[in-house]
């Protein structure tokens, strides 16, 4: 999962790198960071600091950042993967200056890399995919930063979105795929803006210029966008992931030529022509499927409530009870509105199920609140195969529906009635734009080769 940010050429670098990262929370939680150059000594600075954004990083922190470029990353915890040497930008020095990136999604050769890297004495610091791609960038024997990137990048297969800078030049690139977003936007205070959503744009008052091409590795300095190369591993057909548009982007983000609040609302509305059901209220399990609970309900004419009520201060780490039992988790982060659900056979809308613990434990909640029955509807296929593109998804021995059928799920989430969007039915949601998906997660499809299983390696999950 994660979040990237960077600013070329305006001398608050570092401030909009900061308000591009905050409206990139959901992209992570864990830590975040900001690596700057400054032109006029010669050297970079960086912060990086576990936490959400606004006690990450403070006013004074970003007084530490002078310069007019600078790039930022926000981390998602992933299992194994936690602890402040794996927060980004990576920042070292090598023959071509000061070099520090951030990187958003999963290469799925980084064992690989890595493993030839150590035999080679490379020695790293972190357990992330990202460090391997210093590595490739130093050891190139390209003679300029545009020749020793496009090496590097050649060598990596999987999904990337990376930000680089060697010295006030920034690089970017976006893998040929293209399964994670990347957009540029115009500062209205003079330069660039670039992040993993239009939302971070948005916040700093910046226009939408363009995406960065799946494939596409380009150079940005004083103000000039220009295209480096087109990668080797060129696909005929990209493959953006249709995850991000189902869960994981804010609502209010362009992605794939769609508004992903719009694109919710499609599924919702195609979910609800599929699986009717006999409600008396729909609500959301807020906030992930607001979108596509409005859509079932403007298409059902069943009546939206607020059933759900979230706690948005509920950090990740909490002190639990230690007899806290199983729904305690669920407890903290929703509370049921007795007087919306009393006596009402309840259509829930969720945006996906993906163990399931949360579901369950929701339906015990919205039974005691009163709802006679419960009727759960979800707004994408089920999630039969893990992702090792990006997104933070358990193995499949974990996912609930890799092995049961929708019956015994349902049996399992002690739900009346359990339906899901159709795979066909999600896509034609979204096909306005003549674009293909990545559904590996509802499909097993992987097109992006799986380098690392392929050769005997451990997948990595790390962004
Ligand atoms: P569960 O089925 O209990 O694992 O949780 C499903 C809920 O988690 C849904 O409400 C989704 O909004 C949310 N969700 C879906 N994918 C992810 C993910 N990769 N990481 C965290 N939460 C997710």
Redesign the pocket.
């Known amino acids: 999962m994660c979040g990237i940010v960077a600013v070329s050429g305006n001398s608050e670098a570092a401030q909009l790198c900061f308000l591009g990262l905050y409206s990139l929370q959901h992209r992570g939680q864990e830590a975040a960071g900001i690596a700057s150059f400054d032109r006029a000594t010669g050297q970079s600075h960086r912060v990086r600091k576990p936490g959400l954004v606004s006690d990450a990083i403070q006013a004074k922190d970003i007084a530490e950042l002078p310069g007019d470029v600078a790039v930022a990353h926000i981390r998602y915890s992933t299992a194994g993967g936690a602890g402040l040497k794996n927060a980004q930008p990576i920042r070292e020095s090598y023959r071509g200056g000061p070099i520090a990136l951030v990187h958003n999604g999963n290469l799925t050769n980084a064992n690989l890399l890595r493993d030839q890297l150590f035999n080679q004495g490379a020695l790293f610091q972190s357990t992330i995919d990202s460090e391997a791609i210093v590595h490739l960038i130093a050891r190139s024997r390209g003679a300029t930063p545009d020749e020793q990137i496009t090496e590097a990048l050649s060598q990596l297969e999987g999904a990337y979105c990376v930000l680089i800078t060697v010295g006030d030049t920034l690089y970017a690139a976006r893998d040929p795929y293209g399964y994670r977003p990347l957009v540029i936007g115009a500062l209205p205070g003079g330069g660039l803006m670039l992040a993993s959503e239009t939302c971070a744009l948005d916040i700093a008052g910046a226009r939408y210029v363009r995406d960065v091409e799946p494939g596409e590795f380009i150079r940005i300095r004083g103000g000039e966008i220009e295209t480096v190369s087109r990668l080797p591993q060129m696909v005929a057909e990209s493959q953006p992931c249709i995850f991000e548009l189902v ?1 994981f982007a804010r609502p209010d983000t362009q992605l794939w030529g769609y508004t992903v609040d719009r694109a919710r609302r499609a599924f919702g509305r195609r979910l609800a022509q599929e699986q009717g059901a006999p409600g008396d209220i729909v609500i959301s ?1 807020p906030d ?2 607001n979108s596509a609970a409005v859509g079932y309900s403007e298409q059902s004419g069943i009546p939206f409530e607020l059933g759900l009520i979230r706690n948005h201060y509920v950090g990740r780490t909490f002190i639990t009870p230690t007899q806290a039992g199983r729904d305690f988790k669920v407890r903290m982060k929703f509370s049921p509105v007795r007087e919306v659900l009393s006596g009402k056979r309840v259509v829930v809308v ?10 369950r434990a929701l339906v015990n909640m919205l039974r005691e609140a009163g709802a006679t029955q419960v009727h759960l509807r979800l707004a994408s296929p089920p999630v039969r195969w893990p992702c090792f593109y990006g ?3 358990p193995t499949r021995e974990e996912l ?1 529906a890799s092995d049961k059928t929708v019956e015994e799920i349902r049996a399992f989430l002690g739900v009346d009635s359990l339906g899901y969007l159709s795979p066909d039915g999600m896509l034609e949601c979204v096909a306005d734009e003549g674009e293909t998906y990545c559904t590996a997660c509802f499909t097993g499809d992987y097109r992006a080769p799986l380098v690392d299983a392929q050769q005997g390696f451990a997948m990595s999950s790390h962004c």
């Open positions: 869960y399990v992930s499927a969720d945006d996906s199920l993906v163990r399931g613990t949360t579901s997104i933070d998804m609930i």
